[in-house]
Antibody, heavy 118, light 107 residues
């Protein structure tokens, strides 16, 4: 069965960086995009960007340009999201999701809580 | 960026009711619209894609309609387990923007 399993919760200080991993199984990793979406406490969903695991090409929301990097390791079917220069308003649950170009996220990871606090 | 606006922001309905949530796009997106259900404390679940295609395993009481800039999600025969927040998302262009969500409460 398709599974996306994310790394565990993180606590970071302002200015630091965080890496969230998303290990996939049960399907051909290079056949689907990986979305990254975040959700601040009590707030809605926010699309951060996506990566094409086949090519490695990524597309980021303007808001995160310069601070986010999405990568993948095809040998272990895992995607990564790096977010730098963390601020308190980056405190959120970060999700990865599998997607085709038009169908949205059909399988999601369990979410990773990133807390930014001094 | 394409702005997605949902209405209402919240609603309360009884078991068995028919409920409709609307989503408006700031420009035409064809039928590139998906709907998600997010139960409290859980990741979103895909309900509908391409505006009206039901994702495998989703109960038939959920349906989607619309094209261009106006879309709707209808739940026919509300069930207690439908307590959730519902989001639309456009999949026409990047960034793949979401609506702000509609919180559905069961009376």
């Amino acid at each position: 069965q398709v599974q996306l399993v994310q790394s565990g919760a993180e606590v970071k200080k302002p200015g630091a960086s965080v890496t969230v991993s998303c290990k996939t199984s049960g399907y051909t990793f290079t056949a689907y995009y990986i979305y990254w979406v975040r959700q601040a406490p009590g707030q809605g969903l926010e699309w951060m960007g996506w990566i094409n695991p086949n090519s490695g090409g990524a597309d980021y929301a303007q808001k995160f340009q310069g601070r986010v990097t999405m990568t993948r390791d095809t040998s272990i079917s895992t995607a990564y999201m790096d977010l730098s220069s963390l601020r308190s308003d980056d405190t959120a649950v970060y999700y990865c999701a599998r997607s085709t170009s038009s169908t949205g996220g059909d399988y999601w990871g369990q979410g990773t809580l990133v807390t930014v606090s001094s | 960026d394409i702005q997605m606006t949902q209405s209402p922001s919240s609603l309360s309905a009884s078991v068995g009711d028919r409920v409709t949530i609307t989503c408006r796009a700031s420009q035409s997106i064809g039928r590139y619209l998906v709907w998600y259900q997010q139960r409290p404390g859980k990741a979103p679940d895909l309900l509908i894609y391409d505006a009206s295609t039901l994702q495998s395993g989703v109960p038939s009481r959920f349906s989607g309609s619309g094209s261009g800039t106006e879309f709707a999600l209808t739940i026919s025969g509300l069930q207690p387990e439908d307590l959730a927040t519902y989001y639309c998302q456009q999949t026409s262009r990047t960034p793949r923007t979401f609506g702000q969500g509609t919180r559905l409460e069961i009376k």
